[in-house]
Nanobody, 121 residues
Framework: QVPLLKSGGGLVQPGGSLRVSCAAS????????MGWYRQAIGKEREFVAQ???????SYADFARGRFTISRDNAKNTVYLQLNSLNPEDTGFYYCYAGAYYKDSDAQNDYWGLGIQVTVSS
């Protein structure tokens, strides 16, 4: 059982859209912030967006206006809608959640496996 189960991603043409998501394990609880980072080949991992448990969102400058982060607290799932994609958005997208997991007695950040997003014609 993994803390965060990824889904979505794939290949899309420039200007297209994709949605990626991560569902938290049933063993994860008191989930606070959830969000996304991304990493292109040969580049450092960079922040994309975050959403608090109350729904407050924040975005990187490159994401604002094109990407939308949301979450379903009933499903403990975070989504990232990617619109108006361009080749520079190609990379692996990683979700994270600040939460308690299984028998941990402190909140930690847990990460999902990378979701590949390729923007190419």
């Amino acid at each position: 059982q993994v803390p965060l189960l990824k889904s979505g991603g794939g290949l899309v043409q420039p200007g297209g859209s994709l949605r990626v998501s991560c569902a938290a394990s049933r063993s994860m609880f008191n989930i606070n912030n959830m969000g996304w980072y991304r990493q292109a080949i040969g580049k450092e991992r960079e922040f994309v967006a975050q959403i608090t448990s109350g729904g407050t969102t924040s975005y990187a400058d490159f994401a604002r206006g094109r990407f939308t982060i949301s979450r379903d607290n009933a499903k403990n799932t975070v989504y990232l809608q990617l619109n108006s994609l361009n080749p520079e958005d190609t990379g692996f997208y990683y979700c994270y959640a600040g939460a308690y997991y299984k028998d941990s007695d402190a909140q930690n950040d847990y990460w999902g496996l990378g979701i590949q997003v390729t923007v190419s014609s």
